[in-house]
């Protein structure tokens, strides 16, 4: 699964991968939803699959199945035994054969839906629950902290500044954090460049996509400020397509069009 980009990725992918589900769950967060709202924009044909895979991550976050009454739950298996009546490979079957075989299918297939939405809550609860608690980091004025992220990835908080993350990532999730202020990055290097394994900044404008880099990113009053000293980096803004830095190169986001600086 490492290996694939997104636009190969089947719904169950989809429902398992770290950024996709705080997309589904927390629909909120402009800087996820700006970054899915380009890919889609982007992989038209993969639309359905992406509705299929919400649907999953939806199914699979309910506490509880809602409750049937007496009267709801005959009528369901009734209409369960109809519908088994009528079945190409049951139907040739002696009566008495017919109902064995059809209730091993019933079963069958109720065991494998269950499968799957307990699969998918499995995969939140490993990555939502009280063991996978978001990391809150400051640095108050005066002060700069050094922090080494999960990836052993490496960043200066400048002061006045946050971060957010993940207290844990694994090697099937992405790697992310988001930023209020002003810090220094220092990536480490992957060999998997699928979009999947990308380092992910989230600001308040913008999402930086890194592979081994080191940058800058600085947000003030008038925008975001962006410097790339090696490496690659791209940016995804909300009203327009992705742009690309190279080292050497700074750009600053601000309310109309970005502009790379000189």
Do not use: C
């Not at 992918?13 to 924009?41: C, G, M, Q, T």
Request: hydrophobic residues 40%; proline residues 6%.
């Amino acid at each position: 699964m490492s290996n694939k980009s997104y636009s190969a990725y089947s719904a169950e992918e989809f429902a398992l991968d770290d950024l996709f589900v705080r997309w589904v769950k927390h629909p909120n967060d402009e800087e996820v939803a700006s970054y899915w709202h380009i890919w889609l924009l982007n992989h038209p044909h993969q639309e359905e699959t992406v509705e299929t895979a919400r649907e999953l991550i939806r199914t699979g976050s309910l506490p509880y199945l809602p409750g049937l009454s007496a009267d709801d739950v005959s009528s369901v298996w009734g209409r369960i035994r109809e519908s088994l009546q009528t079945m190409d490979d049951v139907r040739p079957l002696q009566p008495d054969v017919r109902a064995v075989v059809g209730w091993w299918y019933f079963i069958r297939t109720a065991l494998a839906a269950s499968g799957v939405i307990a699969l998918i809550g499995w995969a939140l609860w490993m990555q939502y629950g009280p063991n996978q608690s978001v990391w809150s980091i400051n640095a108050p004025a005066g002060q700069t902290r050094q922090i080494r992220l999960p990836d052993n990835s490496t960043m200066t908080l400048y002061p006045n500044s946050s971060v957010r993350y993940a207290r844990r990532w694994g090697d099937e999730t992405p790697r992310a954090v988001w930023l209020d202020g002003e810090a220094d990055f220092a990536i480490t290097h992957r060999s998997d460049t699928s979009s999947a394994r990308l380092f992910r900044v989230h600001t308040g404008g913008l999402t930086i996509e890194a592979l081994g880099t080191i940058f800058r990113v600085r947000q003030r009053p008038k925008g975001t400020y962006v410097a790339l000293t090696s490496g690659q980096v791209n940016l995804l803004l909300k009203h327009q397509g992705p742009i690309q830095l190279n080292p050497g190169e700074a750009i600053e986001v601000a309310a109309g069009p970005a502009r790379i600086l000189p």
